[in-house]
Nanobody, 124 residues
Framework: QVQLLESGGGLVQAGGSLRLSCVVS????????MGWFRQAPGKERESIAV????????YYTDSVKGRFTITRDNAENTLYLQMGSLKPEDTAVYYC?????????????????WGQGTQVTVSS
């Protein structure tokens, strides 16, 4: 079983920055493709950034390109999301997710394991 624990959310003003972390335990982290998702009230969960198990391949949704960066530290079993130039529309619960395999996986239904989420609120 894989456990994921997010941290780093909070309240920030528009234009500010936050870094989310996701610590993974239970299995070999480097075997898993990882992703960050978010869900705003009344909206579906959306994929925003994903990364391959090696960290070589990444993919971002258009709304966060150039503002967010996904990285991973396989030695520390940790996934990161550096968020900059935050906007009120970035307000959501942010989740990390894990899926065993060699590719990048973009769709929520492709992921096997999920964290509990961390709230990010961006004030205008």
């Amino acid at each position: 079983q894989v456990q994921l624990l997010e941290s780093g959310g909070g309240l920030v003003q528009a234009g500010g920055s936050l870094r989310l972390s996701c610590v993974v335990s239970g299995r070999t982290f480097s075997n898993y493709g990882m992703g960050w998702f978010r869900q705003a009230p009344g909206k579906e969960r959306e994929s925003i950034a994903v990364i391959s198990r090696t960290g070589i391949s990444t993919y971002y949704t258009d709304s966060v390109k150039g503002r967010f960066t996904i990285t991973r530290d396989n030695a520390e079993n940790t996934l990161y999301l550096q968020m900059g130039s935050l906007k009120p529309e970035d307000t959501a619960v942010y989740y990390c997710a894990a899926r065993a395999g060699p590719k990048i996986y973009y769709l929520a239904h492709e992921y096997e394991y999920w964290g509990q989420g961390t709230q990010v609120t961006v004030s205008s």
